[in-house]
Nanobody, 123 residues
Framework: QVQLVESGGGLVQTGGSLRLSCAAS????????VAWFRQAPGEERMFVAA???????YYSDSVKGRFTISRDNAKNTIGLQMNSLKPEDTAVYFC?????????????????WGQGTQVTVSS
């Protein structure tokens, strides 16, 4: 079983940057697909980015070109670099992991979730 803990959220102005980190424990994320999702107030949780246990990455159209997902299997961490932030990026951000090396866009494909970290972008 994998435990995930996010960090790095906070308050930032429009156009600013933040880097989220997700620390995994319990077992290695090697061999697992990983992802970030986000949930804005009053909305459903939505896909942001995913990374296979390899080089394949997926991004939602709303963050493509601004966000970059990364992973470090040796350190057992997952990262999300967020640049050119907009007020509509305000949400709670969750990291997730799924057994098997492939990446996926659907939250039902992920078995393990962190508790989330708040990102607020002021206008």
């Amino acid at each position: 079983q994998v435990q995930l803990v996010e960090s790095g959220g906070g308050l930032v102005q429009t156009g600013g940057s933040l880097r989220l980190s997700c620390a995994a424990s319990g077992r290695t994320i090697r061999g697992y697909g990983v992802a970030w999702f986000r949930q804005a107030p009053g909305e459903e949780r939505m896909f942001v980015a995913a990374h296979s246990d390899g080089i394949i990455t997926y991004y939602s159209d709303s963050v493509k070109g601004r966000f970059t997902i990364s992973r470090d299997n040796a350190k057992n961490t997952i990262g999300l670099q967020m640049n050119s932030l907009k007020p509509e990026d305000t949400a709670v951000y969750f990291c997730a992991a799924r057994p098997g090396p492939s990446a996926a866009r659907l939250q039902d494909d992920y078995d393990y979730w962190g508790q989330g970290t708040q990102v607020t972008v002021s206008s």
